[in-house]
């Protein structure tokens, strides 16, 4: 008995000095894994709550990516049912878990701002102005979500253009758009049309018309691949605007009483 | 005449006394580890491999609605990965479990053991033998993935290329920076560092399996701590972290936290699979370190598995 006890003293020292030693190893290893983002830290208490058992022992088990991915297939049934707060829980809990996955933030953001936000309009029980303010509402809880994930991964070149494209297309906020449009441009691997995007998001922001003609100009001139029908029209409106002399003018851009007389014409606008 | 005669009683005194096999024999532990790697074989594991092609196949066919190129590609990973990671769980801990009792049931355990064959040899050969099944199955599973990943990743990205080049002012550059997209959640090297990974976590596993059934009465007791040291490895970390964070915690819960801390290892450390997965770029000093740490977990937990089982009576 004596000689089971000092084995098993032994036994215990020896496990505490090695955690001991390894402790400090193990916690700066830690700290850089988490930092090159090869580890996630764990999730919440609250998230292990809602995932439930089986699920929680699974993320704990190192199969985060498997739950989460669970959840957002879980949550297709939900699209299909319209049930909308169901599938933003689901999709709540996958960001949770792999917050570092641009698709799933996009395609989350996606199904609210743009389906939800559709899909109120087939609501009889509402009447119409309530389902405008039901659609209003969705569409600021996709923007929000697709904030949230520009907080978290401002790297993402495909984050911004979709933050860009949603405030462009459902919300006409084109100084919110160029700003976004901006970021990407910082941002390698941005596609090669953000540029004259963010020159067309700023012509129609109020009080920057004149950054964007310079901006424009300087498209225009760098290269004849940016010479678009849109960045034509854009210019021609500009200098029009901006009360640009005729001397100083762009040379063969499509005025605006030319565009006046061709829709007076009928014929159809340049895209 | 004399001296000749004391000197062959001299040599003939040294051929008497039991000669002392080395502490460490590498041939030895290589021919247990052979033996255990075809003993393994033989119950045939390989089986396996079966189910997690089907696994592989279903996952590579499976395309739920919305999903884009990059996401299926990345669901092919994380599934196949956290099937082999399972896998190499389940049989880290069920197969060192049963070497022991094993050898002893077959009695093979006396015959070795009444060989020179140091008891550190065979703990070694034993636990090397667990391993090198363990990373063979990891390399037939990485391979077969890798194989599915890479024709999975060309016939999707062809098909969205092609379906991208219609659309009006898509340039040359775009598309380019969109297939690289794509690309980077298919087959490129660093994936490499995901099954290594896990066999690192295996190797730690197994380590702790084999004390831990030095000791045990049964094959059941073992495989049932073993795994539940393997889930608390997973979240003691953290939840010590909680519960010093808690003011009011009690001072012997706390210290008992700090006791399983140090002595169970951190699971956790090794599930930088899901990263991997995700395409971050790896750091190969932070996998040398993950070695490191695996190297120190295995040695220490040796030592306590040999301690055990030094002068154990069988």
């Known amino acids: ?271 | 005449m004399s001296d000749t005669t004391t000197s062959t009683a001299e040599s003939a005194g040294k051929d008497a006394s039991p000669v002392r096999p080395p502490l460490i024999s590498p041939s030895r532990i290589w021919s247990l580890a052979t033996v255990t790697f075809t003993q393994l074989l033989r119950m045939k594991v390989l089986y396996f491999m079966l189910i997690f092609g089907l696994i592989v196949a279903v996952i590579f066919n499976f395309n739920p609605s919305g999903q884009t190129v990059a996401q299926q590609l990345k669901s092919t990973k994380d599934v196949s990965f956290a099937v082999m990671n399972v896998f190499s769980m389940l049989f880290a801990i069920a197969s060192t479990a049963i070497l022991i009792p094993k050898d002893l049931e077959d009695r093979t355990l006396y015959t070795i053991l009444s060989k020179p064959v140091p008891r550190l040899d065979y703990l070694l050969g034993r636990l090397m033998g667990v391993l090198m099944v363990v990373g063979a199955c990891l390399i037939i599973m990485y391979a077969f993935l890798a194989l599915v990943l890479f024709v999975q990743e060309q016939i999707l990205v062809s098909a969205e290329l092609s379906r991208l080049r219609e659309q009006p002012q898509m340039d040359s550059e775009t598309l380019l920076n969109m297939e690289n997209d794509m690309r980077k959640q298919g087959l490129h090297w660093p994936l490499l560092y995901a099954p290594l990974a896990i066999f690192l976590k295996a190797c730690v596993v197994a380590a702790v399996t084999l004390f831990l059934s030095t000791f045990a009465s049964s094959t059941l007791f073992t495989i049932i701590v073993s795994a539940m040291l393997f889930l608390i490895g997973h979240f003691h970390k953290s939840t010590y972290e909680v519960l010093m964070e808690d003011t009011h915690a009690n001072a012997v819960v706390a210290l008992l936290g700090k006791l399983v801390v140090l002595a169970v290892p951190n699971f956790a450390l090794f599930n930088v699979v899901d990263g991997i997965a995700a395409a971050e770029p790896v750091d190969p000093m932070l996998m040398g370190q993950l070695f490191l740490v695996t190297a120190v977990y295995t040695v220490l937990y040796l030592l306590v598995a040999l301690i055990v089982f030094m002068d154990k009576e069988f």
């Open chain 1, 1 to 271: 008995m004596k000689q089971l006890l000092k084995k098993a003293g032994l036994v215990i020292a020896i496990l505490m000095a090695g955690g001991l030693l390894r402790s400090p190893l193990e916690n700066r290893l830690e700290t850089r894994l988490v930092e090159t983002h090869l580890l996630f830290t764990p999730p919440a208490k609250n998230v292990l709550d809602v995932l439930g058992q089986e699920s929680a022992m699974a993320v704990l088990g190192g199969m985060r990516s498997v739950v989460a991915l669970y959840w957002q297939l879980m949550a297709i049934s939900d699209w299909e049912y319209q049930e909308w707060d169901d599938l933003a829980k689901k999709f709540e809990i996958a960001a949770l878990l792999t917050p570092r996955d641009t698709d799933m933030w996009i395609k989350y953001a996606w199904h609210i701002h743009t389906n939800a936000s559709a899909s109120v309009f087939d609501d009889a029980s509402m009447t119409e102005p309530q389902q405008y303010l039901a659609a209003d509402d969705y569409i600021e809880q996709g923007i929000g979500i697709l904030y949230r994930a520009v907080k978290q991964m401002p790297d993402s070149v495909d984050l911004q253009m979709d933050l860009a494209q949603v405030l462009r297309e459902k919300r006409q906020d084109y100084c919110g758009a160029a700003e976004a449009y901006k970021r990407a441009l910082e941002l390698e691997g941005h596609p090669a049309y953000t540029t004259r995007f963010y020159g067309y998001m700023l012509a129609k922001c109020p009080g920057r018309e004149r950054e964007a003609y310079e901006h424009l100009k300087m498209l225009w001139f760098e290269d004849e691949k940016h010479h678009m029908p849109s960045m034509r029209r854009d210019l021609a409106d500009l200098e029009v605007k901006l009360n640009v002399p005729e001397a100083l003018r762009i040379p063969g851009l499509e005025n605006q009483d030319e565009r006046f007389s061709r829709q007076r014409s009928g014929q159809p606008e340049v895209p």
